[in-house]
């Protein structure tokens, strides 16, 4: 029977071992694209290590090689065996599923098996699903393809135990674009989900699916009593860019003004990135009180990259004459006025 000794010396040997391969896949990634690339990735995914699998399955993400998709399938097949012990965390399963995504596998298999994959392990002080982001990376894949009856698959995730899974749901409803999807998020929305960040992710999800349709109910939320609700109404507004949208939220600022959204209407106006909302933003920083003339400029800071935007702001603040917005100017853009 083996000693304790020299169990450690093999366990330290494989640690070793699999920092040695870590470090040259780092390599790897650095360098020029070779001859060589393909067959030292396709030694790496057959590699027993989740941690080797999953760091070479991101190399074929960001290198786009989709000549390595048996090699990923296969590796995602082995590490569904006792899974729990062989990818804990489910580090390789989560990055394969990502690379064949980016790499536009379009056999459904994988996908329906990461969808419905469950990962229970101990997590100090109790168990946990580690396999929650791989549900999801398995709903985008089945909506990027297309796959008939998704909308029913994303039903049941959105009641998945685990936050994680059910904002992916959300957004893959949203990525749907179908007419199926825009009761189901709008019902989960009124309904509420133990987590804001759910009902705020639906907002923005049927922004995405149809955004005609949806500005007034979106709008309904920006006086919800979650303050987290009514930010992610605002910013699923925001992120639209729709000179609607853009109305809607400079409506809002006199009653959000004295609240505590107040910055963030304006933050979401600043976001639309539209010249309407630019303008209102320097009216602001130029007319109104000082607290409001600060929030202004703290949302007009989206646009510090911008040379013409910044010389706009710039001689605003220079006829204030307001040593708040000039140390707030400093702090925010990174020059004087």
């Given amino acids: 029977m083996a000693s304790r000794r020299h169990i450690r010396r093999i366990d330290m040997a494989k640690s070793r071992g699999v920092d040695a391969k870590l470090i040259r896949l780092q ?10 690339h393909l067959a030292e990735l396709r030694k790496a995914l057959a590699d027993n290590s989740s941690l080797v699998v999953a760091a070479a399955a991101e190399i ?29 965390n489910c580090r390789a399963k989560i990055a394969i599923v990502d690379a064949l995504n980016t790499i536009e596998h379009d056999k ?11 990962q229970k392990e101990y997590r100090w002080p109790k168990m946990e699903d580690t396999a929650a982001a791989l549900r999801g990376d398995g709903a985008f894949g089945l909506v990027r393809i297309n796959y008939p009856g998704v909308v029913l698959l994303l039903v049941d995730l959105l009641t998945d135990s685990e936050m994680v899974a059910r904002v992916a749901a959300v957004k893959a409803l949203g990525e749907t674009r179908a007419l199926a999807a825009i009761p189901l998020l709008r019902y989960k929305a009124r309904v509420g989900d133990a987590e804001s960040a759910v009902t705020a992710e639906c907002l923005s999800a049927l922004m995405t699916a149809a955004p005609n349709d949806s500005i007034p109910f979106v709008t309904s939320f920006l006086d919800w009593p979650d303050e987290a609700i009514q930010e992610g109404a605002a910013f699923a507004l925001a992120e639209s860019r729709r000179p609607d949208a853009l109305e809607v939220l400079k409506a809002q600022w006199p009653k959000a003004r004295h609240a505590a959204t107040g910055e963030v209407i304006l933050l979401a106006i ?6 309407a909302a630019l303008d209102f933003l320097l009216e602001i ?29 710039r001689a605003v603040i220079a006829t204030r004459k307001d040593s708040e917005l000039q140390k707030r100017f400093d702090k925010k853009f990174g020059g004087k006025a």
Avoid at 78 to 88: A, G, P, Q
Avoid at 108 to 118: G, I, Q, S
Avoid at 270 to 275: G, K, N, V, W
Avoid at 287 to 295: K, T, V
Wanted: glycine content about 2%; charged content about 25%; aromatic content about 4%.
């Fill in 285 to 313: 920083l130029a007319a109104d009180n000082q607290a409001a003339a600060l929030a202004a400029l703290s949302a007009l800071a989206i646009h510090r990259h911008n040379e013409a935007v910044k010389e706009r702001i």
């Fill in 27 to 36: 390599e790897l990634r650095q360098e020029a694209a070779g001859p060589h």
């Fill in 108 to 118: 459904e298999d994988v996908f329906l098996r990461a969808l419905r994959h469950v």
């Fill in 270 to 275: 600043a976001m639309t990135r539209l010249p």
């Fill in 60 to 88: 074929v993400s960001v290198c786009i090689l989709p000549d390595l998709t048996s090699d990923l399938v296969a590796a995602f097949d082995r590490f569904m065996v006792e899974s729990e012990t062989t990818d804990k």
